[in-house]
């Protein structure tokens, strides 16, 4: 079975930084990802993490911590474009691309 | 280059009937999934391709099926319609079966059922 938490919804200023959390419980772990989906759009790849460790990337950044079954994805600088649903997925296999996909963080970013 | 397309993009089904919705991969990509996304959820797999063979099956019934073409477009069919099909299916494309490499996901085909 498997078991990907991320809380429902944030609200931040822009110009801020903003950490979303995601647990997880699988039966395998074999990479996390980071997609950013806009309302009515498809999700759109932003990171991925299969060692311990934060990976930087501009103004996204994330933290992977495979023994304690969690991870984190920093936006830093907001800006309105940022507002939009964070996906947080995680692939159990190796020899496959499935994902199972947390119910995905809602960020709201206000002037 | 283009990115993975799917068509149609909006369709309306009543219950009972049966649906077909296609992808197009990125050029070279050789796999092909399937995703289903109800309103407010994240994407739940229901295939993946690669090859022409189907390499994973989500939780979904045998109403759902899907076949890749040799060209690696990939259909995907639902039998019996019922309410609670209504949902936004997206099409992932990716360069090999696993391995790190990222999906690339389509616009969505948006399916409502009545």
């Known amino acids: 079975g498997q078991n990907i938490d991320q809380p429902t919804e944030m609200t931040a200023t822009e110009g801020a930084i903003v950490q979303i959390n995601c647990t997880y419980q699988t039966s395998g772990f074999n990479g996390l990802f980071w997609y950013q989906q806009h309302a009515g759009e498809a999700p759109t790849f932003l990171s991925y993490n299969v060692l311990d460790g934060l990976e930087e990337k501009g103004r996204f950044s994330s933290f992977l911590s495979r023994s304690k079954g969690y991870s984190y994805l920093l936006l830093k600088e907001l800006q309105m474009k940022d507002s939009a649903s964070y996906l947080c997925?995680?692939?159990?296999?190796?020899?496959?691309?499935?994902?199972?996909f947390g119910k995905g963080n809602q960020v709201v970013v206000i002037p | 280059d283009a990115g993975v397309t799917q068509s149609p993009t909006h369709l309306i089904k009543t219950r009972g009937q049966h649906v077909t919705l296609r992808c197009s991969p990125i050029?070279?990509?050789?796999?092909v999934s399937w995703y289903q996304q109800v309103l407010g959820q994240g994407p739940q797999f229901i295939f993946q391709y690669y090859e022409k063979e189907e390499r994973g099956r989500g939780n979904f019934p045998d109403r759902f099926s899907a076949r890749q073409f040799p060209n690696y477009s990939s259909e995907l069919n639902v039998n019996a319609l019922l309410l609670g099909d209504s949902a936004l299916y997206l099409c992932a494309s990716s360069l090999e079966l696993a391995g790190g490499h990222e999906q690339y996901f389509g616009p969505g085909t948006r399916l409502t059922v009545t």
């Open positions: 997925a995680v692939r159990e296999d190796y020899g496959n691309n499935r994902l199972a």
């Open positions: 050029s070279g990509h050789k796999s």
